[in-house]
């Protein structure tokens, strides 16, 4: 059984509406307009990111020492990453990426981030891992600090934000980022929210997988915010750039 099919009918999502916001993310730009995503301020740096997470707050970190012994795994979604190539490509982001790694909880409070009220909702990890408990305590107390915003982190690191389930707020959330490509992570954690899966086109099509992650972030929402009703368990994405082999194959095109 595809772990996915027992959640209600209504979250799945129909190809004509998966479609409709494809293109929609296509103008994220034109239809947030020039708003200020969020104040310059605090030790935290916070990645301006483009194309699909357009206008999303979003803390970055270096790779992991899990990260090169995953690489090496036939099928996984490592094998795609471009965190192994971005300290190269781009020095100066790798740079800002370490910089978070190295901060401490004194850095937090001597210089705190604020946000604005446009979007109450911040992602961690959007490069990069938990190296530690350290790295999950700096997310935890930012939330805690900034309690009017929900976090969102993704990890394959879970283990790790177990062991600090007892200084866990409630605005953090956790989506586990299954290792492999077309399969469901068979062992989810205690701590996770939702599970993240990549699919080929091909096999997202011949298996009826519910893919519900093709949008921009910013105009979805299915991974943010405190409602977890609205919120599916499984968050299914098509490998990058496979969008429009995925509706030929299902005719769409």
Not at 8 to 32: A, D, G, T
Not at 82 to 101: C, E, K, T
Not at 145 to 162: F, G, H, L, P, S
């Amino acid at each position: 059984m595809i772990p996915e099919m027992d959640e209600p009918r209504s979250m799945r999502m129909k190809p004509e509406q998966l479609k409709k916001e494809l293109e929609m993310r296509k103008e994220v730009k034109k239809i947030l307009g020039k708003e200020k995503l969020f104040l310059e301020k605090g030790c935290v740096h916070w990645s301006k990111m483009s194309g699909k997470m357009y206008g999303k707050r979003s803390i970055g970190r270096p790779m992991t020492d899990r990260c090169e012994s995953r690489h090496n795994i036939d099928g996984a979604i490592c094998q795609k990453c471009y965190a192994a190539r971005i300290n190269q490509v781009y020095p100066s982001v790798g740079n800002a990426l370490q910089r978070n790694r190295d901060l401490t909880i004194e850095d937090l409070h001597d210089d705190p981030t604020i946000f604005t009220s446009i979007d109450p909702t911040w992602r961690s990890n959007w490069n990069g891992d938990y190296q530690d408990e350290h790295d999950v305590r700096i997310d935890m107390e930012l939330c805690r600090m900034i309690d009017y915003a929900t976090c969102t982190t993704w990890t394959k690191n879970c283990d790790i934000v177990e062991r600090m389930d007892s200084y866990r707020p409630k605005n953090y959330t956790v989506v586990q980022s299954s290792l492999m490509i077309n399969q469901f992570e068979e062992e989810v954690s205690s701590s996770t929210d939702q599970v993240f899966t990549v699919f080929t086109p091909e096999y997202a099509a011949e298996n009826d997988i519910n893919i519900n992650c093709i949008g921009a972030c910013r105009l979805c929402g299915r991974c943010y915010g405190d409602n977890m009703r609205k919120r599916p368990r499984y968050i299914n994405e098509l490998l990058k750039g496979t969008e429009k082999k995925y509706f030929e194959l299902l005719g769409m095109l």
